[in-house]
């Protein structure tokens, strides 16, 4: 799903065991993107992502942060064209049209005027957010075997094509219980690709994600976390620590949050329920 605008060529010197030697190589490009709305025509956030999978992100960004409940309430989703300049599409901007009768709340979607590809969104809302909007706690089932667990990474690692090039980019992937990878997402911030993902899924009518397993690349932060709960992902797998509030949300929502899976061991935070043994 991404472009060739995602890596960007570049020289770079090797040193190596005291000697140095010049090569080209590739580099994961970061972009901005501006999610604009139309009606009220308002910039509701700022992002730094890697290009590609744009309408993803911003579908999937909107519905995270509950200005959009499904895939009806966009009308159209399309890349700037400034005609009063040269009328040349501007590929990171993207205009959203809602449906005429949605009149969502945006307010809270100030603390997003500029986000970080690196940390999510600076001063993040706490778990009362969530409690506010009425979202609610994830459904029982389904139950995994650890064997399943075991064979997503390298499922996950596999699947990262713009990471063998350039090294530099995180991944959100999808499974089903069985453990078959349904898709996958890569950019240089962990929140955007699971946008991505979730805008995937979004726009392909398939929320919420009930029977599904999300994985990460990298570590559980709440911004993860907040973003599966509300696409109602049951397990959440990482190869890295969840943070505390993560964790804090996990148990709260019944979700089930797995950290350090790698090889055949895994952590569980929350949710041990939903672990097959």
Same mark, same amino acid.
């Given at each position: 799903m991404l472009t060739d605008r995602s890596k960007t060529q570049a020289r770079v010197w090797v040193v190596e065991d005291g000697k140095v030697r010049s090569r080209s190589d590739y580099i994961t490009t970061e972009e901005p993107l501006e999610i604009r709305l139309m009606s009220p025509r308002r910039t509701v956030a700022i992002t730094m992502r890697t290009p590609g999978a744009d309408f993803e992100l911003t579908?999937?960004?909107?519905?995270?942060e509950g200005v959009i409940s499904n895939r009806q309430d966009i009308q159209r989703l399309s890349y700037c064209v400034d005609t009063e300049i040269d009328g040349e599409q501007r590929l990171n901007i993207v205009n959203v049209e809602l449906r005429e009768d949605l009149h969502p709340n945006l307010q809270p979607l100030e603390r997003h005027f500029y986000t970080s590809s690196a940390c999510g969104v600076?001063?993040?809302?706490?778990?009362?957010?969530?409690?506010?909007?009425?979202?609610?706690?994830?459904? %029982? +089932? %389904?139950?995994?075997?650890?064997?399943?667990?075991?064979?997503?990474? +390298?499922?996950?690692?596999? @699947?990262?094509?713009?990471? =063998?090039?350039?090294? *530099?980019?995180? @991944?959100?992937?999808?499974?089903?219980?069985?453990?078959?990878?349904?898709?996958?997402? +890569?950019?240089? *911030?962990?929140?955007n690709a699971l946008d991505k993902l979730i805008g995937s899924a979004l726009l392909s009518d398939r929320l919420p994600l009930y029977n599904h397993i999300v994985m990460v690349s990298g570590r559980s932060s709440f911004e993860i976390l907040q973003k599966c709960t509300v696409a109602g992902v049951p397990i959440i797998c990482a190869v890295s620590a969840p943070s505390s509030l993560a964790v804090s949300l996990a148990r709260e929502f019944e979700v089930?949050?797995? *950290?350090?899976?790698?090889?055949? =061991?895994?952590?569980?935070?929350?949710?041990?329920?939903?672990?097959?043994?």
């Open positions: 579908a999937g960004f909107l519905y995270s600076c001063g993040k809302a706490s778990l009362e957010a969530l409690r506010l909007r009425g979202i609610a706690t994830i459904p %029982p +089932e %389904p139950k995994v075997k650890p064997e399943i667990l075991y064979s997503l990474p +390298e499922q996950l690692r596999a @699947a990262q094509g713009i990471f =063998k090039a350039t090294g *530099g980019l995180h @991944a959100a992937a999808l499974f089903d219980t069985q453990g078959q990878l349904i898709s996958l997402r +890569e950019d240089v *911030g962990r929140h089930t949050l797995i *950290g350090f899976l790698r090889g055949k =061991k895994f952590n569980v935070y929350s949710g041990w329920e939903r672990i097959n043994i």
